[in-house]
């Protein structure tokens, strides 16, 4: 039976990462088996660059965790080498940079993960990781709206920039007055 100070701090080290998950808007859970140190160090960059904590935690005090923040499906998949990754602002960043590594290492392995509230299996961790990032969106969005009133303030250049020269109609409506009828 472990000594008091040790029952103390995984008790400790539970409440935690119970908290960080708590905090957090989503986590994702894999087994980090037959990665390089190298590749574990630059995803390990990559994910700290991204805003997200990575953790590698015992199973069993992850488990306990999980359980208490109401996560306690994910316990199946806590088997083996399995670390988790989480993050408080951005639910796509996790899922992103560690399908990149999932992809190049075959044994390491995205094994599930959570999301506003929510377990996730890995093949929905997966799909999230192929959204765009938010500033990506934002861009398209914006883009998408400046594009109509670029047009749209062209034309009325040109328009006014017909009538300063001479005053004529605009050449549609010349094309349209001088087109023969449809019969």
Do not use: W
């Not at 208490?68 to 989480?86: P, R, S, Y």
């Not at 590594?101 to 094994?111: D, G, N, P, Q, W």
């Amino acid at each position: 039976m472990p000594s008091k100070s040790i029952l103390e701090q995984k008790q400790k080290l539970v409440a935690e990462l119970a908290e960080e998950i708590r905090n957090s808007v989503s986590g994702v859970l894999v087994n980090y088996q037959g990665i390089t140190v190298d590749d574990d160090t630059k995803m390990r960059k990559a994910l700290r660059e991204a805003g997200v904590k990575y953790k590698v935690v015992k199973n069993s005090l992850t488990g306990r965790a999980c359980d208490e923040v109401g996560f306690g499906e994910m316990k199946q998949h806590l088997v083996g080498m399995t670390a988790i990754a989480i993050s408080e602002n951005d639910a796509i960043a996790p899922a992103k940079v560690l399908k990149e590594y999932a992809e190049k290492v075959e044994s390491f392995t995205i094994l599930a993960g959570y999301v506003d509230g929510a377990v996730i299996d890995a093949k929905t961790v997966e799909a999230l990781a192929e959204i765009p990032s938010k500033e990506t969106l934002i861009a398209k969005f914006l883009g998408s709206i400046q594009s109509p009133l670029y047009n749209f303030a062209y034309a009325i250049k040109a328009v006014a920039d017909k009538k300063a020269e001479g005053g004529e109609e605009a050449p549609a409506a010349e094309a349209a007055a001088e087109a023969p009828a449809a019969e």
